[in-house]
């Protein structure tokens, strides 16, 4: 039987909606102090900006859920970074 595929965003909220203790942390291996030890904690800078969009466009993100800008975000992040790979 073919499994059919689930987008990123549908996988995401089903984890999203999980109680802790029933995901399996079996293959998901402790860490300790050290293994922090000299992580760098990066979070990328955020610009508002004013932009004109399709309305469709707005209200399907809107239809996903609370914080369709940062979906907008993550979608324009994904096309960028494919450009970027595409140009070298």
Do not use: C
Not at 4 to 31: C, F, H, N, R, V
């Amino acid at each position: 039987m073919k499994r059919k595929k689930q987008s990123i965003g549908s996988k995401l909220e089903q984890l999203d909606s999980m109680k802790d203790d029933a995901i399996d942390y079996a293959e998901i291996p402790p860490t300790t102090r050290e293994f922090w030890a000299d992580a760098t904690l990066i979070v990328p800078e955020k610009m508002p900006v004013s932009v004109r969009l399709d309305r469709d466009v707005v209200e399907w993100f809107k239809k996903q859920g609370p914080r369709y800008q940062t979906r907008i975000n993550a979608a324009l992040r994904a096309f960028v970074d494919h450009q970027k790979k595409m140009a070298r």
